[in-house]
Each structure stands twice: as structure tokens, then as C-alpha cells.
């Protein structure tokens, strides 16, 4: 059973900096894929970062230098560290697991994945 739960939203400025954690449970074994992903209302949820399952990183082209999923995360929890966070950032934020995925098109197709967490919410203000 899958199981993912976002943490560590929340409001900070302009240039500012953020790093939300997904719990991650069932995805211990087997070729699991791990992505952020992000939503405003009445948007498509888009594709922020992905990590594969062999630990290989794929970003969104808007969130390159600037977002990272650290190599160095603690077992069963996923990380994404912001830098230089703009207004376009604000967003609810996912987290979700593909078994065996393509990442590129997983981010770009983030609805094909059926496990998601329930999101944590990122507001960057001027």
C-alpha cells in the first residue's frame, strides 16, 4: 500500500526559501519513481521534479538552478529544496509515485500516476 504525505509549506518572501518533505511509505522496493508537482486554481497540475528510481533528477524547465531534490534524503522521505522562490511560485504542492516511469513524460503527463499525497501549500509573496 502507498502512502505520501507533504509537509513544510508555507508563506515566505520573494527570494526566499523552502524545502517541503513527502513522507513516503510502500515504495521502499521495486523501480518507484518520486515527483513534486504543482497546481494553482484553475490550472493543470504541472510537473515540478522527478527522481528515479535509480536516483537520476528531472526538472521542470521554469524550476532548474533554482529547485532540487537533495541526494542525501532520509529513507522513505523525499525532499524538494527551493531557492530564489518567485511569485509564480505559489502553488499547492504534490508529491506522487510512479512505478516504473519515464520521467520526461511523466512530467509532463503528472496525471497517469494514481498515488498522490494530499498537498501542502507554498505562497511566495512580493
Known amino acids: 500500500h502507498v502512502h505520501l504525505a507533504e509537509s513544510g509549506g508555507g508563506s515566505v518572501q520573494s527570494g526566499g526559501s523552502l524545502t517541503l518533505s513527502c513522507s513516503t511509505s510502500?515504495?521502499?522496493?521495486?523501480?518507484?519513481?518520486l515527483g513534486w508537482f504543482r497546481q494553482t486554481t484553475g490550472n493543470e497540475r504541472e510537473g515540478v521534479a522527478i527522481?528515479?528510481?535509480?536516483?537520476?533528477?528531472t526538472y521542470a524547465d521554469s524550476v532548474k538552478d533554482r529547485f532540487t531534490i537533495p541526494q542525501a534524503s532520509a529513507k522513505n522521505t523525499l525532499y524538494l529544496q527551493m531557492n530564489s522562490l518567485t511569485d509564480e511560485d505559489t502553488a499547492m504542492y504534490f508529491c506522487?509515485?510512479?512505478?516504473?516511469?519515464?520521467?520526461?513524460?511523466?512530467?509532463?503527463?503528472?496525471?497517469?500516476?494514481?498515488?498522490w499525497g494530499q498537498g501542502t501549500q507554498v505562497t511566495v509573496s512580493a
Open positions: 506522487a509515485a510512479e512505478y516504473v516511469c519515464v520521467a520526461q513524460y511523466w512530467l509532463l503527463a503528472p496525471l497517469s500516476s494514481p498515488y
Open positions: 527522481i528515479d528510481s535509480r536516483g537520476g533528477n
Open positions: 510502500g515504495t521502499s522496493n521495486g523501480p518507484w519513481c
